[in-house]
């Protein structure tokens, strides 16, 4: 049996590790597509807003899962040795992040990506860590619009994995593995979340 049910039960039990950042300046920002389900989760019971950080995950040409890099709005997060280990040169990295750039515009469109964060504290969530490297570019441009101080959280990740100091002020895990493949492994339902259930869960006041 895996730790969670599905991202809804993990938002669920991560909202209970999260408790002393509910406030008036708070916003719960979720990665699409799937993070946002588990923001959700997070958002409702504290009583706080919702939002989209939209991000874009660089991934290598011949194993799109294996991410070499992310971006999210003007910020360009690239790890040099996962580019060393996946063998991608700079213009194949160049090819990717035109085609990224392009989907990170529509999903930004789409996800009403730009909820005004300045002076305020912003929770970022998503469904899980494997390398970092979304979450990281999440938070640096939220970090760059103008956010106050930025909360992590996630309901898992690698047990050797630490945020970027400059991107992240405070980070919460529910659980670290020692064991860690893939984030999907730990979630009995890890269904691909569509575009309409994200703007579906975007729509709706999460405080009422």
């Known amino acids: 049996m895996a730790l969670f049910a599905d991202r809804t039960a993990a938002g669920t039990e991560l909202a209970g590790a999260l408790q002393a950042w509910s406030g008036e300046d708070v916003v719960v920002f979720g990665i699409p597509r799937g993070g946002i389900v588990v923001a959700a989760a997070v958002a409702r019971p504290l009583g706080l807003p919702l939002a989209a950080a939209v991000v874009r995950k660089l991934g290598a040409p011949s194993h799109e899962e294996f991410a070499v890099g992310a971006i999210a709005g003007d910020v360009r997060v690239v790890n040099a040795a996962a580019l060393e280990a996946g063998r991608v040169t700079p213009e194949q990295l160049a090819s990717v992040e035109d085609r990224e750039r392009a989907e990170l515009q529509r999903r930004g469109a789409l996800f009403r990506g730009e909820a005004d964060i300045e002076g305020r504290t912003a929770i970022v969530v998503d469904d899980g860590i494997a390398t970092g490297a979304t979450a990281t570019a999440a938070c640096l441009s939220l970090r760059s619009r103008g ?26 895990c529910l659980h670290r593995m020692r064991d860690f493949w893939a984030v999907g492994e730990f979630f009995d339902d890890f269904t691909q979340t569509s575009d309409a259930e994200v703007v579906e869960l975007l729509s709706h006041d999460l405080r009422d």
């Not at 956010?147 to 919460?172: C, G, H, N, Q």
């Open 147 to 172: 956010a106050k101080s930025i909360v992590l959280a996630v309901p898992v990740a690698p047990a050797d994995w630490t945020p970027d100091a400059d991107a992240v002020d405070e980070y919460v």
